[in-house]
């Protein structure tokens, strides 16, 4: 069964190439918004050094990088979202027989912008938390932890699909998700 999801999946892609754009604009958005970071932060402090520097200190604990990094994690988490919410769209319509185009994806994400972006805080903190875990309790703890995650990412593989297709929301969707995984 998998098999064949792979081939479909293969020939709506050879049918559709508009939906191998989404990748491509959600890169495109990241690189923007972290190479105009690194860009500011390169000529406000006046060379590389430093902002590595400014980089580095993230994993040393230093609390005013940490409040400036994680907003721009969970912008990473819902800009890559948004677009794989696009891309499962047009992928949908493509399955069905339509001609999709990016605007309808891109269109369907901005319809569900807000349950979206409350799943990218929500992923955000659930991998953040398990990972403060994981790096705080030793071997056992992050064994533990990896597996913790790893079935959280089983347990709500299907939560995108359930908001952009079912138009529901946060827990609604998990629920969803894990039924749909069993």
Same mark, same amino acid.
Request: aromatic residues 14%.
């Given at each position: 069964?998998?098999?064949?999801? =792979?081939?479909?999946?293969? !020939?709506?892609?050879?049918?559709?190439?508009?939906?191998l754009a989404f990748p491509l604009l959600s890169a495109a958005v990241l690189i923007s918004i972290f190479g105009?970071?690194?860009?500011?932060? @390169? $000529? @406000?402090?006046?060379?590389?050094?430093? *902002?590595?520097?400014? $980089? !580095?200190?993230?994993?040393?604990?230093?609390?005013? #990088?940490?409040?400036?990094?994680?907003?721009?994690?969970?912008?990473? @988490?819902? =800009?890559?979202?948004? $677009?794989?919410?696009?891309?499962?769209?047009?992928?949908?319509?493509?399955?069905?027989?339509?001609?999709?185009? *990016?605007?309808?994806?891109?269109?369907?994400?901005? !319809?569900?912008?807000? #349950?979206?972006?409350?799943?990218?805080?929500?992923?955000?903190?659930?991998?953040?938390?398990?990972?403060?875990?994981?790096?705080?309790?030793?071997?056992?703890?992050?064994?533990?932890?990896?597996?913790?995650? *790893?079935?959280?990412?089983?347990? #709500? #593989?299907?939560?995108?699909? *359930?908001?952009? $297709?079912?138009?529901?929301?946060?827990?609604?969707?998990?629920?969803?998700?894990?039924?749909?995984?069993?």
């Amino acid at each position: 069964r998998s098999f064949q999801l =792979v081939k479909e999946s293969f !020939r709506v892609l050879v049918r559709d190439k508009s939906i191998l754009a989404f990748p491509l604009l959600s890169a495109a958005v990241l690189i923007s918004i972290f190479g105009g970071l690194a860009a500011s932060l @390169y $000529f @406000y402090y006046g060379g590389l050094g430093p *902002v590595l520097n400014f $980089f !580095r200190s993230v994993e040393e604990g230093n609390y005013y #990088t940490v409040a400036i990094w994680i907003p721009l994690i969970i912008v990473s @988490y819902f =800009v890559s979202k948004f $677009f794989d919410a696009a891309m499962m769209t047009a992928a949908y319509i493509s399955l069905k027989g339509g001609d999709s185009k *990016v605007s309808d994806g891109i269109g369907n994400s901005v !319809r569900h912008i807000g #349950t979206i972006f409350k799943w990218s805080i929500v992923s955000f903190l659930v991998d953040w938390v398990l990972s403060l875990i994981g790096k705080k309790t030793g071997i056992v703890g992050s064994i533990v932890t990896w597996v913790a995650k *790893v079935a959280w990412e089983l347990v #709500t #593989t299907f939560v995108l699909p *359930v908001i952009v $297709f079912e138009h529901v929301g946060i827990r609604d969707s998990i629920q969803k998700s894990a039924q749909l995984f069993k």
